[in-house]
């Protein structure tokens, strides 16, 4: 037989009364050695880990930091705010001191104040960046890459064997691939002038397909790229064995049929001034001439990443049509799918040369930069704020009067918005939970 009782309200507020505490313990713990704790995915799943308690207490515990993490993927550096936020919130919805109404007026309020237009300095960016990695080196790193590459410019984080911690810009078209590891060699980078780069809108199953272009790129000691969906395990040998002999200098790369590059072999198509072979439309690889195959000035690859340089190719029409989509898309995520093709295509990526020294410091080092550049979008886009002189035009966020620091001003909002939503779901469900007996 089974009996049910209603979960006693006390037993109910430790689990959020200890979720301020379990925050600190995490930040605390998750990188001790240097002094500051993310909350990535790997700090979030650590915290899930402390949570400890009878059911009704890991349930709020677990609900409040879900919300925490959802808080700090829509605005960077907000999680610990929408933590204290809602553990206040929801004692003071639950002692009826105040109402999810007034919450609802408040976030109104607050979003229209924060929606204010602002500028930020570049002093300003830099504290933002470095309240949010603690990390002065990696701090500067990313605000010197953020001049060099510009807004709509490619940032990307590398592990270089060396010793020096370095930024460098390069100008050109750049492209999130797969990559053969393989034919990167030790320092992790292909690179070439006068590239020919050869595209196939398909599969290229077969050696002999591409035997005649091999061989004369190995006669002209001509450099080639080929880009296409995918390779027979015949096609990567025998391209693999020439290379590993030195007699041609060649980079097989994927392009996956995915939703986010499902159209990057068009925009590298324009970029590149090249023809795609398409075999649906009854194109054949083996058909294609070796004499009318684009060449590009530069081409340079790293694991995940290809970077085209051709100076002489205008894709202004290309980038307005593809703006144009985008202005008249209601869709979201075909909305961001192309805007990231723009970016794509902004001709400026800049490289942040991360030199850590163990395995251990490498994560957290990567941890670091991603976790500044989110903010550095954030607080670039939306402007930041001083949390002090914030509270003191909105009351209700007292319980973060305490951090005496300038946040973005969209990760504050993120970390109400976050706050009272979890406020209302604990809220409603705190009366109805009950015990198996």
């Given at each position: 037989m089974h009996y049910t009782k209603l979960v006693r309200n006390n037993e109910y507020e430790q689990g959020l009364d200890s979720s301020i505490e379990l925050f600190k313990d995490v930040s605390m713990s998750q990188n001790m050695a240097y002094g500051q704790g993310l909350m990535t995915k790997r700090a979030f799943n650590s915290l899930k880990n402390l949570i400890a308690g009878s059911g009704v207490k890991r349930l709020a515990q677990g609900m409040l930091l879900e919300s925490a993490y959802k808080s700090e993927q829509a605005g960077a550096n907000s999680a610990d705010l929408s933590v204290l936020l809602a553990n206040n919130f929801i004692r003071g919805v639950k002692s009826?001191?105040?109402?999810?109404?007034?919450?609802?007026?408040?976030?109104?309020?607050?979003?229209?104040?924060?929606?204010?237009?602002?500028?930020?300095?570049?002093?300003?960016?830099?504290?933002?960046?470095?309240?949010?990695?603690s990390n002065q080196r990696l701090s500067s790193m990313i605000v010197e890459a953020l001049e060099l590459s510009g807004v709509e410019g490619k940032l990307y984080p590398i592990h270089t064997r060396g010793t020096t911690y370095s930024v460098e810009?390069?100008?050109?078209?750049?492209?999130?691939?797969?990559?053969y590891p393989e034919f990167y060699g030790n320092a992790g980078k292909w690179e070439a002038e006068n590239v020919k780069v050869f595209i196939v809108d398909g599969v290229?199953?077969?050696?002999?397909?591409?035997?005649?272009?091999l061989?004369?790129?190995?006669?002209?000691?001509?450099?080639?790229?080929?880009?296409?969906?995918?390779?027979?395990?015949?096609?990567i040998a025998t391209i693999?064995?020439?290379?590993?002999?030195?007699?041609?200098?060649?980079?097989?790369?994927?392009?996956?049929?995915?939703?986010?590059?499902?159209?990057?072999?068009?925009?590298?198509?324009?970029?590149?001034?090249s023809d795609i072979v398409t075999p649906l439309k009854g194109d054949?690889?083996?058909?294609?001439?070796?004499?009318?195959?684009?060449?590009?000035?530069?081409?340079?690859?790293?694991?995940?990443?290809l970077t085209i340089i051709n100076k002489n190719v205008n894709i202004g029409n290309h980038l307005r049509h593809l703006r144009e989509k985008k202005d008249n898309q209601d869709i979201e995520k075909v909305s961001d799918v192309l805007n990231k093709r723009i970016q794509n295509l902004a001709a400026r990526s800049v490289y942040l040369r991360i030199a850590?020294?163990?395995?251990?410091?490498?994560?957290?080092?990567?941890?670091?930069?991603?976790?500044?550049?989110?903010?550095?979008?954030?607080?670039?886009?939306?402007?930041?704020?001083?949390?002090?002189?914030?509270?003191?035009?909105?009351?209700?966020?007292?319980?973060?009067?305490?951090?005496?620091?300038?946040?973005?001003?969209?990760?504050?909002?993120?970390?109400?918005?976050?706050?009272?939503?979890?406020?209302?779901?604990?809220?409603?469900?705190?009366?109805?939970?009950?015990?198996?007996?």
């Open positions: 009826k001191q105040i109402s999810l109404d007034y919450l609802n007026e408040e976030y109104q309020k607050l979003k229209d104040f924060l929606s204010l237009e602002t500028s930020i300095s570049k002093e300003n960016l830099f504290k933002s960046i470095y309240s949010a990695t810009l390069i100008s050109g078209f750049n492209f999130e691939i797969s990559s290229i199953e077969r050696e002999s397909e591409i035997y005649k272009i061989h004369s790129c190995i006669a002209e000691g001509q450099a080639i790229v080929f880009i296409a969906r995918g390779y027979g395990e015949e096609v693999g064995a020439n290379v590993e002999r030195g007699i041609i200098k060649c980079l097989p790369i994927r392009i996956p049929y995915e939703l986010e590059s499902v159209n990057f072999i068009t925009d590298i198509a324009v970029c590149s001034n054949m690889v083996v058909t294609k001439e070796y004499e009318n195959i684009a060449t590009v000035d530069n081409v340079v690859s790293r694991l995940g990443h850590s020294k163990t395995e251990q410091e490498k994560q957290y080092e990567f941890e670091c930069v991603d976790y500044g550049l989110r903010t550095a979008k954030s607080a670039l886009e939306y402007g930041v704020i001083d949390i002090q002189e914030l509270c003191k035009k909105f009351d209700i966020l007292r319980p973060i009067n305490h951090i005496t620091e300038e946040r973005p001003r969209k990760s504050i909002l993120s970390a109400f918005y976050h706050a009272l939503s979890i406020t209302k779901t604990l809220c409603s469900i705190s009366q109805a939970i009950v015990i198996d007996l």
